[in-house]
């Protein structure tokens, strides 16, 4: 079956640990996004990729990095520089209609999510 | 002031209840909108899209946009404690070029629990 695979689901980071929240997908999309979910504060959007090798900030950036090197896999790095990163991280993937018009994204695929905790 | 208004709740309602969850929003521009279903400790999953104005109907759910007010609603009718979950709604612009698909704009989402 097709989906979003993230890992790990419980993920606990000591002051000033860097780690890695793994997400990979079979579906063939083009885009990969990252999100974090806050109580009170909705998904908010840490960075996005429409394509190999382009990424792109999203509104809360700062603290965070990303690659993509592969269509499928779009890994998250929560670095020392991020203050606050106790949340709920998603990751989705998006794939645009085609046909000669403007490509129109169809909603997004969400992974399962990986809850991280700082010890 | 956010782009996207979604009341939180929590809202209560009991078995076989018709549920209005509702979405204001500030942008005009949107043409795209959606309802994510997220259940606790989970991802969201995709519940209904429709593009610009008019009313989408499927199984128990109806989406209804109306551009002219910048108000979408989601109708659950005949709700289950199955129902119970966080509803978000989202929202895209029309794509900018012909190779980039749109980023969507998320409500805070709604928490509702329907009681048997």
């Known amino acids: 079956d097709g989906g979003i695979t993230q890992s790990p689901k419980y993920l606990f980071r000591k002051e000033g640990q860097n780690v890695t929240l793994s997400c990979e997908q079979n579906l063939n999309h083009d885009a990969m996004y990252w999100y974090r979910q806050d109580p009170g504060q909705g998904l908010r959007l840490i960075y996005y990729?429409?394509?190999?090798?382009?990424?792109q900030k999203g509104d809360i950036a700062e603290g965070y990095s990303v690659s993509r090197e592969k269509k499928e896999s779009f890994p998250l790095t929560v670095t020392s520089a991020q203050k606050n990163p106790t949340a709920f991280y998603l990751c989705?993937?998006?794939?645009?209609?085609?046909?000669?018009?403007?490509?129109?994204?169809?909603?997004?695929?969400f992974g399962s999510g990986t809850r991280l905790t700082v010890v | 002031q956010k782009e996207v208004e979604q009341d939180p709740g929590p809202l209560s309602v009991p078995e076989g209840a018709i549920v209005s969850l509702n979405c204001t929003y500030s942008?005009?521009?949107?043409?795209?909108f959606m309802w994510y279903r997220q259940y606790s400790r989970k991802g969201p999953e995709l519940l209904m899209y429709t593009y610009s104005s008019g009313n989408k109907e499927d199984g128990r759910f109806t989406a209804q946009v109306d551009k002219s007010s910048k108000y979408i609603s989601l109708f659950i009718r005949d709700s289950q404690p199955s129902d119970s979950a966080t509803y978000l709604c989202a929202m895209s612009l029309p794509p900018t070029s012909e190779t980039s698909g749109s980023r969507l704009t998320f409500g805070e989402g709604t928490q509702l629990t329907v009681n048997p």
């Open positions: 942008n005009s521009a949107f043409q795209y």
């Open positions: 989705a993937s998006s794939t645009h209609g085609s046909g000669g018009r403007y490509m129109r994204t169809y909603g997004y695929t």
């Open positions: 990729s429409q394509i190999v090798n382009d990424f």
